[in-house]
């Protein structure tokens, strides 16, 4: 398979937003708030980069199901070893924090139901991993319609569904679904994943590709501002909730996309393309360090008075973002080492 170097190159970017969206408080003052809106094109860039590698694969194996098998493994072992240390991590702070042990210690692991650990991800202090819950259940789903050959009845129902999420997103003054979050694989990851998967498979989207890929990566950056407007008129103006994904994240990760795969050399051979192929581990990672470092800052009473500062917000993620890296990197070398 031909190495598209200009994924990584977005993934760097994707993955420093995601690092932003988790430090950077939500209503400081407008500019927080815009710097959020724009960073939510990552998540979904994530899950179409996976899409479409796994349809590339899928289109190049003749065992596909093994494929499919040792890919959905692969996540699970990286959300399973990664829930695990989180829930270790969470139960160390409870027993060093020592107000009402037992009862924090049941009231922690009373969250940690079927539906929380195999769907949402959720359960421990490791919020992020329900990207890879989100994941593999889409996975498995464009899986089966792939085989099919129903990805484009599934890319419409995913598209259908997706539209349905926004309802438990920022549009919940029109209808607040009874769901506890549409950040998920039926009403997210799903589509996004299909998104990718149709970039790899449909030859009408490859007949797009003509369009020069500065286009793209125009349009992707006007639909950027399109989506700041949005989420700006819903939250602010209309008074729906905060979303983490709006209508036109979908046409920013589509040009984007198109703009990847019209540059498939851009970044080759530079340090960021090569962190960008890491993202995933500073994903798991960063959160950890996240959480341990709040935790000291409160207990020094500073919290509340750095969060709202914009060079500390800055150096902050900086040094979370490159402590994450560097740790996942030395991780990744001592288990060759342990292989070898």
């Given amino acids: 398979m031909e190495r598209i170097y200009s994924i990584d190159f977005i993934k760097f ?3 420093f937003a ?24 990552a998540v979904p860039f994530f899950f179409a980069a996976s899409g479409y590698f796994f349809a590339q694969k899928m289109i190049q ?10 890919y959905v493994i692969k996540l699970m072992k990286i959300y399973f070893v990664w829930l695990i240390f989180y829930a270790i991590y969470d139960v160390l702070l409870i027993l060093l924090k020592g107000n009402d042990i037992q009862g924090n210690l049941i009231k922690y692991f009373d969250k940690f139901t079927l539906l929380n650990l195999f769907y949402y991800g959720k359960g421990t202090s490791g919020y992020q991993l329900w990207f890879l819950t989100a994941l593999i259940w889409s996975t498995i789903i464009v899986y089966i319609f792939i085989r099919y050959k129903k990805i484009n009845v599934l890319f419409v129902l995913s598209l259908i569904l997706n539209l349905i999420g926004l309802l438990g997103q920022a549009y919940t003054m029109f209808l607040d679904l009874p769901v506890s979050t549409t950040r998920d694989a039926l009403f997210f990851g799903l589509f996004y994943t299909a998104l990718g998967v149709v970039f790899a498979v449909n030859i009408h989207l490859k007949k797009l590709r003509k369009i020069s890929g500065i286009t793209y990566l125009g349009l992707a950056i006007i639909c950027t501002f399109i989506q700041v407007m949005e989420g700006y008129l819903l939250d602010k103006v209309l008074d729906g909730s905060h979303g983490e994904y709006f209508f036109s994240t979908i046409l920013v990760t589509a040009f984007l996309f198109f703009f990847a795969l019209n540059n498939k050399k851009i970044g080759k051979g530079l340090w960021i393309t090569k962190v ?8 798991i990672i960063h959160v950890f360090f996240l959480d341990l470092i709040n935790n000291v800052l409160k207990y020094l009473g500073v919290n509340q008075l750095l969060s ?14 490159i402590i ?4 996942y990197h030395s991780l990744q070398l001592v288990k060759s080492e342990l292989k070898e």
């Fill in 13 to 15: 970017f994707a993955i």
């Fill in 18 to 41: 995601v690092v932003v969206i988790h430090i950077f408080p939500l209503d400081g003052f407008t500019g927080y708030f815009i710097i959020d809106n724009i960073a939510r094109f």
């Fill in 61 to 70: 194996k003749h065992t596909s199901f093994f494929h499919l098998k040792s």
């Fill in 276 to 283: 960008g192929g890491n993202a995933l581990g500073i994903y």
């Fill in 308 to 321: 709202e500062n914009l060079i500390w917000n800055v150096f902050y993620t900086l040094f979370i973002f």
């Fill in 324 to 327: 994450s890296y560097y740790t």
